[in-house]
T-cell receptor
Framework: GAVVSQHPSRVICKSGTSVKIECRSL??????MFWYRQFPKQSLMLMAT?????????EQGVEKDKFLINHASLTLSTLTVTSAHPEDSSFYIC???????????FGQGTRLTVV | AQSVTQLGSHVSVSEGALVLLRCNYS??????LFWYVQYPNQGLQLLLK??????LVKGINGFEAEFKKSETSFHLTKPSAHMSDAAEYFC??????????FGAGTTVTVRA
């Protein structure tokens, strides 16, 4: 299957700082990327959908000014958690799909801890 | 709108016994159905998927699932559990827009 790489796998940051997470499709062009959040012992919840070259579409209840998503190329999307607080600590997972795919492929996830 | 219900948040089986994880879905369009496995602090690994065609789908590690439209179900089975099957399992429903709705997950423990 196609490979999606997410970086970093773990990050610890201080409260009030910003953190950027990258999601790259390594061997295909990802026209659409998704960002999910998973709290401990819970399921994945879709945060936003991004299409290359256009603004992301956020799910209800997700603050777009706090979770900045950029999908500037067909192989890279970034999620920036701005002014992070402890309640933003979570596991963030991206997925990516291209026109020829029947499914989206998941990255390895990023464990964010805000202290 | 699409949604998934996984019956049973925790399943415990003996090594060598049948594994059965239940998943029911709701979808207003023909569904794409997926089963993923997640090990602690790791991403999702696709076990199998149904998009179209044969309703009995075989996946990796000996898992299989059957799409039953009349029952809106997509239950996951494995004839003989192995210790390495202990993990979290997620059923998901989507369509051709690649967006997925996940069930709450089922934790599988395997007893020696």
């Amino acid at each position: 299957g196609a490979v999606v790489s997410q970086h970093p796998s773990r990050v610890i940051c201080k409260s009030g700082t910003s953190v950027k997470i990258e999601c790259r499709s390594l061997d295909f062009q990802a026209t659409t990327m998704f960002w999910y959040r998973q709290f401990p012992k819970q399921s994945l919840m879709l945060m936003a959908t991004s299409n290359e070259g256009s603004k992301a579409t956020y799910e209800q209840g997700v603050e777009k000014d706090k979770f900045l998503i950029n999908h500037a190329s067909l192989t890279l999307s970034t999620l920036t958690v701005t002014s992070a607080h402890p309640e933003d600590s979570s596991f963030y997972i991206c997925s990516a799909a291209g026109h020829l795919n029947t499914e989206a492929f998941f990255g390895q996830g990023t464990r964010l801890t805000v202290v | 709108a699409q949604s998934v219900t996984q019956l049973g948040s925790h399943v415990s089986v003996s090594e060598g016994a049948l594994v059965l994880l239940r998943c029911n879905y709701s979808s207003s369009v023909p569904p794409y159905l997926f089963w993923y496995v997640q090990y602690p602090n790791q991403g999702l690994q696709l076990l199998l998927k149904y998009t179209t065609g044969a309703t009995l789908v075989k996946g990796i590690n000996g898992f299989e699932a059957e799409f039953k439209k009349s029952e809106t179900s997509f239950h996951l089975t494995k004839p003989s559990a192995h210790m390495s099957d202990a993990a979290e399992y997620f059923c998901a429903v989507g369509s051709n827009d690649y967006k997925l709705s996940f069930g709450a997950g089922t934790t599988v423990t395997v007893r020696a």
